[in-house]
């Protein structure tokens, strides 16, 4: 049974491949979104860690105390929040640079797109079998 907990590595393996990925998808956006500047691949790999942390941490507490907000806006309150987030990585992190809330805000968006289309890709759900 040496095999008998497989499964941790293999989800701390998807969560590297992750944050690898928002590495590169973040890296990328610095071209696209005119307002976002990164020093080097290593500073957006540490956005990236930032930005995985702060959503585990921070983005759970500012959805719950900003809720009536969400509602009213039929959750599109949540893009603000995202860029909020983004705000408080820059704050953080020497080397990345955000130029205003509305640059984050498209970082934010194109970040959420792009990670999407490329995880949906990197894993893809198996389909269950049917008897």
Do not use: C
């Not at 956005?47 to 806006?73: E, M, Q, R, S």
């Not at 894993?123 to 008897?131: G, I, L, S, V, Y």
């Amino acid at each position: 049974m040496i095999f008998k907990n497989h499964e941790k590595p293999i989800k701390t393996n998807q969560f590297l491949i992750k944050i690898l990925i928002t590495t590169v998808n973040a890296f990328v956006l610095q071209y696209i979104v005119p307002g976002i500047k990164f020093r080097s691949i290593f500073t957006a790999l540490f956005v990236a860690i930032i930005l995985a942390l702060l959503d585990a941490l921070i983005k759970p507490l500012l959805v719950i105390l900003t809720l009536p907000v969400t509602i009213i806006t039929l959750g599109l309150f949540l893009f603000a929040i995202n860029a909020f987030i983004v705000l408080i990585a820059e704050y953080i992190v020497p080397g990345f640079e955000v130029q205003s809330f509305w640059h984050a805000f498209l970082f934010s968006l194109l970040l959420s797109l792009f990670n999407s289309f490329v995880h949906k890709r990197a894993f893809p759900k198996e389909k269950a079998a049917r008897p």
